[in-house]
């Protein structure tokens, strides 16, 4: 399994970005996509998941504001970002993995074996 993020940058608090996530190379059915972050110094973190029903899970701190989809023709995920604050600033990761049991899992980073290089997003006050 291969991820490339992309579309990170620098944007001003209250702007907006979209992070891209190519995803290839997997051919079971029950997959489970997701977007984590890591800032300086902190633990890295689950944002948001997508399971192959079309269920999502978002953390608290992203809910309202961030939005997870995926392209099936195009092989790729996305993170819409809303409404950015410096506090968002980070690596934000895209991973994918075979749907976890419970689904409760899917914010958690154990949850996943494949992982993409990292895409940074900074977000200025």
């Known amino acids: 399994v291969h991820l490339v993020e992309s579309g990170g940058g620098a944007v001003q608090a209250g702007g907006s970005l979209r992070l891209s996530c190519i995803v290839s190379g997997y051919s079971y059915s029950s997959v489970c996509l997701g977007w984590f972050r890591q800032a300086p110094g902190k633990e890295r973190e689950g944002v948001a998941a997508?399971?192959?029903?079309?269920?999502?899970y978002y953390a608290d701190s992203v809910k309202g504001r961030f939005t997870i989809s995926k392209d099936n023709a195009k092989n790729t995920l996305y993170l819409q970002m809303n409404s950015l604050q410096p506090e968002d600033t980070a690596v934000y990761f895209c991973a994918a993995d075979i749907e976890p049991r419970p689904r409760s899992m899917v914010l958690r980073q154990d949850a996943y074996n494949y992982w993409g290089q990292g895409t940074q997003v900074t977000v200025s006050s």
């Open positions: 997508l399971l192959s029903d079309g269920t999502t």
